[in-house]
């Protein structure tokens, strides 16, 4: 093509791709043209520039060269790139299906027979099981992307992506209803060996925005003060009005469980019930920590709710050798002091490609203990005794090599100790407001599959629970799946959750006055 440009692709678990782009697609990204061809890739910021979930590579020079494929417009001629596993929007997600629930409940289902399927609707995975109504059993367990991750990273780019258009709007909506959610519902009923004409009904829990987006409704209002959605109420919608396509289905009613507010959503709401927080007698505390951290305190009765904007440090975003908990993910990191040393642990026992957020946490809270980092997060000085033979050179920055690879620098542990910073101080805040300490806390519940992976010592130790201690932490599995299962098999627990939505006050942090002053005190791993 003389005018154009032949991209050849090569990556991991396909086979090589040609694609002949034509001149007047020259001006596109090569994000945009790889999506277009079905070779989507982790484009976490919305294909802003601002993150390396879509870095590439481009071969057939004399060195090869890394580029974010976002910011990348090719030029006539031909090009040659690699996609490395970590940056496919395919790479399959480590996602915690399973939840207890702590509350008793009746056995009276939303709809009289058949199966039912909840749903966990996350920014980052999303997680179904479909349960045999007649008797509450979970007969298949499904998980994957949410298909609007290859569009922005976390709720905050999609709203603004909203802000866009409202073509964008329907973009957001057709990737996690036609491109996520259909195929998963399909995917669970086909591994229980039930038929689509038994579905009886849908429940769904996740935070304010995703459910804006999965109903099409514009959530452009929750990106500016005063952050005002448009709907936090238990809504019933049918499959036909989603676009689900689900043949014979469209009546299907497809229920959305109630929030609190914008940032306080469903899931959040739903972990309150779920692990019986809402009915604890003496100060108890459930933190979500995700790029939301989300957080409710009980305390004589009274539920107050706040959420931080952590960002997505903790799924690995923005970070050199960061990732989501994937196959091939670092996910636990052991220090040695004498002589100084690093041993990892991957998912799936893999080849290293980057590092999940429970490994980063191990690093900080032992690299603080064995000498590596000072107070500020900083590389110490002196070092521990053999610890420089483990530092490189990581495109002109200090860092340390964890695996063949895969480095830690200075910067990344600056952007971890912002999303520990604000995580933490939103605890601090919620505890001071309420006149209690960390050690008046009776149960501090971990939600999401993030909190069932990390080692919760180190999470004392970094920071990130400030004040507690190790017996006062129980681990609550995914709760927003736990509600949206619940509303399934007990109809009643959907009006309890609307009465508890009326009792929970949610707090912005940004109006107390303390917060900033609890967030800089938070940015150390002294």
């Not at 829990?205 to 952050?227: I, K, R, S």
């Not at 952590?310 to 975003?317: H, M």
Request: hydrophobic letters at 45%; charged letters at 20%.
């Amino acid at each position: 093509m003389s005018e154009g440009c032949r991209l050849r692709v090569v990556a991991e678990g396909v086979d090589d791709v040609v694609i002949d782009v034509g001149r007047d697609a020259l001006g596109e990204s090569v994000a945009e043209i790889l999506y277009g061809a079905g070779l989507g890739l982790n484009t976490r910021c919305g294909r802003r520039g601002v993150c390396d979930g879509c870095f590439v590579e481009e071969l057939g020079r004399e060195r090869v060269e890394r580029r974010r494929a976002c910011a990348w417009r090719l030029e006539a001629g031909e090009a040659v790139i690699r996609i490395p596993r970590r940056s496919r929007a395919s790479h399959r997600p480590q996602v915690l299906e399973h939840f207890d629930l702590r509350v008793p409940y009746a056995h009276d289902p939303l709809a009289d027979e058949g199966v039912g399927i909840a749903v966990d609707l996350g920014t980052t995975t999303v997680a179904v099981v479909v349960v045999d109504l007649a008797d509450g059993r979970v007969l298949a367990r499904r998980s994957r992307f949410n298909g609007q991750i290859e569009l922005g990273d976390d709720v905050l780019s999609r709203i603004n992506l909203c802000g866009r258009g409202a073509g964008q709007l329907v973009l957001l909506q057709k990737a996690v209803v036609a491109g996520t959610l259909r195929p998963l519902i399909l995917e669970a009923l086909g591994e229980a060996g039930v038929e689509l004409r038994d579905l009886g009904c849908v429940t769904v829990a996740g935070n304010t925005t995703m459910l804006h987006l999965l109903v099409g409704e514009d959530p452009t209002p929750m990106g500016a003060v005063p952050f005002t959605p448009g709907f936090v109420e238990h809504r019933v919608v049918t499959a036909g009005e989603l676009g689900l396509a689900l043949p014979g289905c469209g009546d299907l009613p497809v229920h959305l469980l109630p929030s609190v507010s914008a940032y306080v959503g469903a899931d959040v709401l739903g972990g309150v019930l779920s692990t019986g927080l809402a009915y604890e007698a003496g100060a108890s505390l459930l933190v979500d920590v995700g790029t939301n951290g989300e957080m409710v305190l009980v305390h004589e009765g009274k539920m107050t709710a706040c959420a931080t904007a952590a960002g997505p440090a903790f799924e690995g975003s923005g970070l050199s050798h960061g990732m989501r908990a994937a196959r091939g993910a670092i996910e636990r990191v052991d220090l040695e002091r004498e002589p100084f040393g690093v041993a990892c642990g991957t998912i799936g026992d893999a080849e290293a490609e980057g590092l999940c957020g429970t490994a980063y946490l191990d690093l900080l809270a032992q690299g603080r203990a064995v000498g590596l980092f000072n107070e500020r997060g900083r590389f110490a000085d002196p070092l521990p005794a053999g610890a420089e033979s483990w530092m490189v050179d990581h495109e002109g920055v200090r860092g340390l090599a964890v695996a063949e690879g895969v480095v830690v620098t200075e910067v990344d542990v600056a952007l971890l100790l912002q999303a520990k910073g604000a995580i933490a101080a939103g605890i601090l805040t919620l505890l001071e407001l309420a006149g209690v300490s960390a050690c008046d806390v009776g149960r501090v519940y971990l939600a999401g599959g993030f909190g069932m992976s990390l080692r919760v010592e180190h999470a004392i130790a970094m920071g990130l629970l400030p004040g507690f201690r190790v017996d006062q932490v129980s681990l609550a599995g995914n709760s927003s799946l736990a509600s949206a299962y619940l509303a399934l098999v007990d109809r009643s627990s959907l009006e309890e959750l609307e009465r508890l939505r009326g009792e929970v006050e949610s707090i912005e942090l940004n109006q107390v006055a303390s917060f900033e002053d609890h967030y800089i005190d938070c940015l150390s791993l002294g």
